[in-house]
């Protein structure tokens, strides 16, 4: 089941880490390292820092949806000792050399988007100002009650028993 229409937006952007690897199989690795308040202006893939081992990219701007019915978890992460959101990133093997396959707020969502397995998903810190915006979100959106299922009424086990014709005769039957 998906989520309906999201309730509020945030942009953002992602900054993805490249790094040199150890391996005689893959030369590089990629994995997100930061979050952006806001959508910058900047053109995605421009390099932020290279020292020649480890790069830092702009990988690009993304929007982290708000849904009022998961509030309790987006409350959830913000008590948290370090608030973050969950970015996950794909390699293409071309270019651009990954691209942004989610990013959320929701640990719940966080979680998911790590199971196909397919995908680097890593937890980076929350901006301040993201945490605001967060912050105001959840007060406008109380926690909702949990659903309480009813107990049903016992069934009556003399109501399921044989009963003879009220003229106190057997019909015939035994």
């Not at 959106?141 to 069934?155: E, G, L, M, T, Y």
């Amino acid at each position: 089941m998906s989520n309906p229409a999201p309730h509020f937006s945030i942009p953002a952007g992602i900054v993805v880490e490249r790094r040199s690897a150890a391996s005689p199989w893959v030369d590089f690795t990629w994995r997100p390292v930061a979050l952006l308040a806001g959508a910058p202006a900047a053109t995605p893939w421009i390099c932020l820092d290279d020292d020649g081992t480890t790069a830092t990219f702009y990988a690009g701007a993304v929007s982290l949806d708000l849904y009022k019915t998961e509030a309790a978890h987006y409350r959830d992460n913000l008590t948290s000792p370090q608030p973050c959101a969950w970015v996950a990133i794909s390699e293409t093997g071309g270019t651009p050399p990954c691209v942004i396959a989610g990013a959320t707020i929701d640990p719940a969502e966080g979680e998911a988007l790590a199971e196909a397995g397919t995908v680097v998903v890593e937890a980076v810190p929350l901006p301040p100002a993201i945490v605001r915006q967060v912050a105001e979100f959840v007060a406008c959106h109380p926690i909702q009650d949990n659903f309480v299922k009813r107990k049903r009424d016992r069934a009556d086990p003399e109501a399921l028993a044989r009963r003879l014709p009220a003229d106190g005769t057997n019909n015939g039957r035994r």
